[in-house]
């Protein structure tokens, strides 16, 4: 199970940063990543970490701005997020599923097992 958390109203320019706790299964081997969708829109992917070792990847609208790490004490992930802009402004979503070795196969969202509840960011101009 995941429960993603840390959502909330912030200012342009602002920082937030997300946490997805993880619970009733290890996650070794997995890609945790966060997803986030407009209304209207699907669901789109945002940032990726693998479970076990130091490997990140992120879309090239938030490269540069966010950062996702994980705290295996804690069993957490966090995407921490600065610079935040009114386009940022969509539900956040936590999600699992086993590594796969294709090219960017942990963008797709249809292939995740496992999916935390969203969490509204909102940034205001």
């Known amino acids: 199970q995941l429960q993603a958390s840390g959502g909330g109203l912030v200012q342009s320019g602002g920082s937030l940063r997300l946490s997805c706790a993880a619970s009733g299964r290890p996650f070794s081997n997995y890609y945790m990543s966060w997803f986030r969708q407009a209304p209207g829109k699907e669901r789109e992917f945002v940032a990726a970490i693998r479970w076990d070792v130091t490997s990140t990847y992120f879309i090239d609208s938030v490269k540069d701005r966010f950062t996702i790490s994980r705290d295996y004490a804690k069993n957490t992930m966090y995407l921490q997020m600065n610079s935040l802009n009114p386009e940022d402004t969509v539900v956040y979503y936590c999600?699992?599923?086993?590594?796969?070795?294709?090219?960017?196969?942990?963008?797709?969202?249809?292939?995740?097992?496992?999916w935390g509840q969203g969490t509204q960011v909102t940034v205001s101009s």
């Open positions: 999600a699992a599923r086993r590594y796969c070795s294709n090219y960017g196969c942990y963008k797709s969202a249809a292939e995740y097992d496992y």
